[in-house]
């Protein structure tokens, strides 16, 4: 079992930047990639971003592709995800999530943090 935290969210104005973190314990070993969903009020989870764990490679939706950038140290268990020029649609829980399959593949992320709320006021 891996077990995943996030940390990093709150309350910002629209146009600024955040970064969340989230670190990653137990089976650590089992984790082929590592990526960040969101799910705002009355609405489906969403995927926003992954990055495989050994080579960085990462894979983004293209809605949020040069706004947000995913990235990992790979030494501390740890993947960040930088939200730049937040909007009031970015509110939301984002949550961390792991795979063991391909990143692409949404559904096959199977480790879930508890997520941290992102609100982006106008």
């Known amino acids: 079992q891996v077990r995943l935290v996030e940390s990093g969210g709150g309350l910002v104005q629209a146009g600024d930047s955040l970064r969340l973190s989230c670190v990653a314990s137990?089976?650590?070993?089992?984790?082929?990639?590592m990526g960040w969903f969101r799910q705002a009020p009355g609405k489906e989870r969403e995927f926003v971003a992954a990055?495989?764990?050994?080579?960085?490679?990462?894979y983004y939706t293209d809605s949020l592709k040069g706004r947000f950038t995913i990235s990992r140290d790979y030494a501390k268990n740890t993947v960040y995800l930088q939200m730049n020029s937040l909007k009031p649609e970015d509110t939301a829980v984002y949550y961390c999530?792991?795979?063991?399959?391909?990143?692409?593949?949404?559904?096959?992320?199977?480790?879930w943090g508890q997520g941290t709320q992102v609100t982006v006021s106008s």
């Open positions: 999530a792991t795979t063991r399959r391909a990143i692409e593949n949404a559904p096959g992320f199977d480790s």
């Open positions: 137990g089976r650590t070993f089992t984790i082929y990639g």
């Open positions: 990055i495989r764990w050994i080579t960085g490679s990462t």
